[in-house]
């Protein structure tokens, strides 16, 4: 189990470094950050002083080691844009998406699990098909077609739900909160909603598939030739053999929901990082950029050392087989 969780440990600084890496190429060599930061009537003496002051003359290796170290310690730097601190900027939008993609994950979960469940063992009945149907239009719409929906439908026609914003928030400590407020409760639907349908989709498509394999398996054969009763079979035996893949994808989309939420703030301006991220493409604040580039690829290698590890516990084929890890 140690020497499992070493070598994923390992692989994650790997990866880190090299997004790291990617990260200062950005930050080194698209655009010039003295230009931005200055105004067309500064002097040449000025912008080299400030080139000075910012280090951009110490050899690329020597920038490089510092800017490791500045992520390494939490000093992400100032914003191009408002010379606030990076850290407390993203500090500040964190809480709003990662409820939004805690909920539509929940979303995804709660139905498309149990509809997964259904189709399998339903396969050839009318509504499973429907289902089926429902979902594959539902994945096949963008993203911001369904929240344009969702809007016009919930928010214009009937007014029942709010439509841009994260409502009132509740302050705990650092950590602002919609889930304290029925204001923020109530704006926190239609966004999660969006962005879970897709999501809903791969989980209830995936459920289905591992369902049928595993229904097609020896030892479930074998089980109902015992006599065991049906729901045992399918829900004990399996279900669980079934969910040892879906505990990855969930992972992944957990990582997925909260790096590609962009286009869902967007649409509904909610206030998290996916915005702030627009915002600083829109200008050129490329130090928020790379540390939101950093942050996404620290959460998905995270999770997936979460994933890993949960991998080696739930299944024993991969702990007898070490040398495969």
Not at 83 to 112: D, K
Not at 141 to 165: D, H, S
């Amino acid at each position: 189990m140690i020497g499992f969780v070493l070598r994923r440990l390992a692989q994650s600084v790997f990866v880190m470094l090299a997004v790291s890496l990617l990260a200062f190429a950005m930050f080194h060599y698209v655009g010039d950050p003295v230009e931005v930061m200055v105004g067309q009537e500064t002097s040449i003496e000025d912008r080299e002083r400030l080139r000075e002051q910012l280090g951009l003359n110490d050899p690329v290796l020597t920038q490089y080691a510092r800017f490791l170290g500045d992520l390494v310690t939490g000093n992400f730097g100032f914003s191009y844009r408002t010379r606030q601190p990076i850290g407390e900027m993203i500090l500040s939008r964190m809480p709003a998406t990662l409820e939004l993609g805690f909920v539509s994950l929940l979303i995804s979960l709660i139905i498309g699990i149990p509809a997964g469940i259904f189709t399998a063992l339903r396969s050839g009945g009318l509504a499973a098909q429907t289902i089926l149907v429902t979902t594959l239009v539902g994945i096949s719409i963008p993203t911001f077609v369904i929240g344009l929906f969702l809007i016009y439908l919930f928010g214009v026609q009937l007014g029942w739900l709010p439509t841009y914003g994260r409502g009132d928030v509740v302050e705990i400590g650092w950590w602002k909160t919609s889930f304290a407020s029925w204001s923020g409760l109530r704006a926190l639907i239609l966004p999660a909603i969006t962005l879970g349908v897709y999501q809903l989709t791969l989980t209830m498509r995936l459920v289905r598939s591992e369902m049928q394999d595993v229904m097609n398996t020896d030892f479930i054969k074998f089980a109902i030739a015992r006599g065991i009763d049906y729901r045992s079979v399918h829900y004990r035996h399996a279900l669980r053999n079934s969910m040892v893949p879906v505990i990855t994808i969930i992972g992944l989309q957990f990582g997925g929901i909260i790096a590609f939420s962009i286009v869902t703030e967007s649409v509904f301006q909610w206030p998290g990082m996916g915005l702030l991220f627009l915002d600083s493409i829109r200008f050129v604040d490329i130090p928020v950029l790379s540390v939101y580039l950093v942050l996404i690829a620290l959460i998905f290698v995270v999770i997936n050392l979460i994933v890993d590890i949960l991998y080696f516990v739930i299944d024993p084929r991969v702990r007898l087989k070490p040398e495969a890890g």
